[in-house]
């Protein structure tokens, strides 16, 4: 073997041996050691319930917050902030939401092919859920969306993408949170695989939920319908009862609207007219009426990736919205604080 060659194929050697190690860092980071239970998050009498008491709760839709290392920890920096304007509540994908622009396609896949969950996506998810733990919070653990749905190869993949993911949080002990199995079930041009569409949806959904149930029967779970496609908000062996954008809030049941619709552009973020801070304000006052309803505020300026701002996603309050230079959702913050009051576990304290 000539010595060229011979230093390619140590190079290669090197690289590979490098490449298993790091997987194998990665594999190893979440401790597998004792681990203490967060807060338990219930529902009782459709209400919120943490640790026995109940809450009310005001958040945030964050689905890409699990992209990387660095926006995990933005995410958790802004926290501290968070509840001191009454924000107590994430919602967050582990196959990313929508990407905005320029990439519509630009969130993480927290799964491998064959249904494997990421070791990174799962510390990444421990670390946030466990921050949040500390100040009172709920996460909403978002399953699959249907930009990710087609990665999986087949449905013994999702199944077992549901598995891990339920083995994940009970062996982790990761209690303040609850489930979105699917969302936008049965969207029309993005869903590839069955088990997510209608015909027979009902039956599907209570499908998925048993395969989550098997191993983490102590875990609230529901399934996110495509607004105005048809398919319904209940099924059985549902807890949460989903709903997205306008749709209308039912009486009966804990309801969570986990994408109140988006006022801003993903290709001009944090940038909004008074008509359309009117109308977040509007979704606002009627979950505030709403007993058992709570509310994820979505935006371009909280969700995309890198958009028009260039530094997206932004759990961050950011501006005011008023213009380039402004760039923001501090409004939101600001009408939680005054409306509702800050929040300290277990009650949001008014001025």
Same mark, same amino acid.
């Given at each position: 073997?000539?010595?060229?060659?011979?230093?390619?194929?140590?190079?290669?050697?090197?690289?590979?041996?490098?490449?298993?190690?790091?997987?194998?860092?990665?594999?190893?980071?979440?401790?597998? =050691?004792?681990?203490?239970?967060? /807060?338990?998050?219930?529902?009782?009498?459709? !209400?919120?319930?943490?640790?026995?008491? #109940?809450? $009310?709760?005001?958040?945030?839709?964050?689905?890409?917050?699990?992209?990387?290392?660095?926006?995990?920890?933005?995410?958790?920096?802004?926290?501290?902030?968070?509840?001191?304007?009454?924000?107590?509540?994430?919602?967050?994908?582990?196959?990313?939401?929508?990407?905005?622009?320029?990439?519509?396609?630009?969130?993480?896949? =927290?799964?491998?092919?064959?249904? /494997?969950?990421?070791?990174?996506?799962?510390? !990444?998810?421990?670390?946030?859920?466990? #921050?949040? $733990?500390k100040r009172g919070m709920v996460v909403m653990v978002g399953l699959f969306s249907p930009r990710k749905d087609q990665d999986f190869y087949d449905e013994a993949a999702i199944k077992r993408a549901v598995e891990e993911t339920g083995q994940f949080l009970v062996r982790r002990k990761l209690k303040n949170v609850f489930v979105d199995m699917m969302h936008e079930y049965d969207h029309p041009e993005r869903i590839d695989h069955e088990i997510f569409r209608e015909p027979g949806g009902e039956a599907k959904k209570a499908k998925l939920t048993a395969w989550f149930k098997a191993v983490a029967p102590d875990i609230e779970v529901g399934v996110c319908p495509t607004h105005?496609?048809?398919?319904?908000?209940?099924?059985?062996?549902?807890?949460?009862?989903?709903?997205?954008?306008?749709?209308?809030?039912?009486?009966?049941?804990?309801?969570?609207?986990?994408?109140?619709?988006?006022?801003?552009?993903?290709?001009?973020?944090?940038?909004?007219?008074?008509?359309?801070?009117?109308?977040?304000?509007?979704?606002?006052?009627?979950?505030?009426?709403?007993?058992?309803?709570?509310?994820?505020?979505h935006s371009a300026y909280c969700q995309g990736i890198t958009n028009f701002s260039g530094t997206a996603p932004h759990p961050e309050m950011g501006g005011y919205g008023t213009g380039p230079t402004d760039r923001g959702i501090r409004f939101y913050y600001e009408w939680v604080r005054d409306n509702v009051g800050r929040y300290e576990y277990p009650r949001h304290i008014s001025k």
């Open positions: 073997m000539s010595q060229s060659l011979r230093t390619i194929v140590t190079s290669a050697l090197v690289a590979a041996a490098c490449l298993l190690l790091a997987e194998w860092a990665v594999a190893a980071d979440p401790v597998e =050691g004792p681990v203490e239970p967060t /807060r338990e998050f219930e529902i009782r009498n459709d !209400r919120a319930v943490l640790a026995g008491k #109940e809450i $009310d709760l005001w958040g945030l839709r964050c689905g890409n917050a699990l992209l990387s290392d660095t926006v995990t920890e933005r995410h958790i920096n802004n926290f501290d902030n968070m509840v001191a304007h009454g924000i107590n509540f994430l919602g967050l994908y582990i196959q990313g939401s929508n990407g905005g622009w320029p990439d519509i396609d630009a969130g993480l896949n =927290g799964y491998r092919r064959d249904g /494997r969950l990421k070791p990174d996506v799962a510390r !990444r998810l421990e670390w946030l859920v466990r #921050e949040a $733990d105005k496609s048809g398919t319904a908000d209940t099924y059985p062996g549902m807890d949460v009862r989903i709903i997205q954008k306008e749709a209308e809030i039912p009486s009966q049941g804990f309801v969570v609207n986990v994408e109140t619709h988006k006022q801003d552009a993903y290709q001009n973020d944090g940038w909004f007219n008074d008509g359309h801070k009117a109308a977040i304000f509007a979704d606002c006052e009627r979950y505030l009426r709403a007993p058992n309803a709570v509310m994820l505020f």
